[in-house]
């Protein structure tokens, strides 16, 4: 098998702040008028230093765009609930979303690709610092950081990777390895957080607690532990590789044949396919694809990105014929 790099299996890191204005209600309690006060606030306090972030309010997005929002990652499904009193502060690369009005006044998110917490945790930091010249937080010198859900208090820092663990699911060793996990401490969600389920073998996971230990403490230990469940899923691919070579190598181009040939083709079945051939050319099975971004076409086809670039909503039966279309543009490029 090729050298296999930790980023084909770590396609995505995150680091998500909690923070919260002193001198406001947490936002379940706050009236329309104190949400919009939270809002140009914190606006307000972006500004002074970086006038490129644009804010948007929800209530003047379209379902649509606000689920195609949240299948892009620069916003919680929690916030897409937020329709009256809810908005964000997006970057101009997208790589940095705030916000507000979540279930906290303040979510910032920093993303980057492969592992890289430690990076990520830097901006997190820097846009804090920002903020917090210019806004007084809800913070306690015992227990830290003041958010709505207990869990949150103290650092108020979710760490996260996006991993791409197909080997582990395919060998049915995945829910053993995962139920390990969360008795260490980490959460295992789906592509979304929690409460959504995983699509394409690809898992959110995360620490639970940030309560008691400082943000590069939490970092390590998630490292850590991301670093063995790569280990696991490398030697489960040798294995597949020494052992099951010829079933792999089928299975890797009947999916590849599939996508490139199907006239209509459902999200779920597009991701399974995917995954696969994903795996396959990161194994050196399905060269064919190398180079591709598979997981960036992942994201792409998801059923509210479909119906932003077609410029409408479209019915389902279109959705899945674009879908493919889409697909077999990019493989066969």
């Given amino acids: 098998m090729s050298n296999l790099e930790n980023n084909d299996i770590v396609v995505t890191s995150r680091i998500r702040l909690a923070r919260n204005l002193k001198n406001y209600k947490f936002p379940i309690n706050m009236t329309h008028d104190e949400s919009d006060n939270v809002i140009k606030e914190i606006n307000k306090a972006i500004n002074t230093h970086d006038k490129n972030y644009k804010l948007t309010y929800m209530k003047d997005l379209s379902d649509v765009q606000t689920n195609s929002l949240i299948e892009n990652h620069i916003i919680s499904p929690a916030l897409a609930k937020k329709r009256d009193d809810g908005a964000f502060l997006l970057s101009p690369d997208q790589k940095v979303s705030i916000m507000i009005n979540e279930e906290d006044h303040i979510r910032i998110q920093t993303l980057g690709d492969g592992l890289s ?31 709505s859900c207990p869990t949150n208090i103290g650092t108020g820092m979710r760490a996260s990777v996006m991993l791409h663990l197909p080997a582990l699911s395919i ?4 829910d053993k390895l995962l ?54 899923e490398k030697s489960t691919r040798e294995h597949l590789m020494k052992n099951n070579y010829d079933e792999l190598e089928d299975d890797f181009y009947r999916a590849y044949g599939l996508l490139t040939n199907a006239r209509k083709i459902s999200a779920d079945e597009a991701m399974k396919l995917l995954s696969l051939v994903k795996l396959g050319s990161e194994m050196g099975i399905t060269p064919m694809v190398k180079g591709k971004n598979i997981y960036e076409l992942m ?19 279109e959705r899945d014929k674009k879908r493919a279309e889409i697909i077999r543009r990019e493989l066969l490029r």
């Fill in 117 to 147: 917490l430690k990076e990520c945790w830097n901006l997190s930091n820097n846009i804090d610092d920002i903020l917090e010249e210019n806004i007084e937080y809800a913070f306690d010198r015992e227990l830290g950081y003041i958010t």
């Fill in 171 to 174: 060998t049915n060793q995945i």
């Fill in 179 to 232: 139920y390990g996990v969360s008795q260490l401490g980490i959460a295992v969600r789906g592509v979304y957080g929690e409460g959504t389920k995983s699509i394409g073998h690809l898992y959110q996971v995360s620490n639970q607690g940030t309560l008691g230990a400082s943000e590069e403490t939490l970092i390590d230990k998630i490292t850590q532990i991301v670093m063995q469940i790569i280990d696991k």
């Fill in 299 to 317: 994201i792409c086809i998801q059923p509210n990105n479909i119906s932003t670039i077609e410029g409408t909503d479209i019915s389902i039966k």
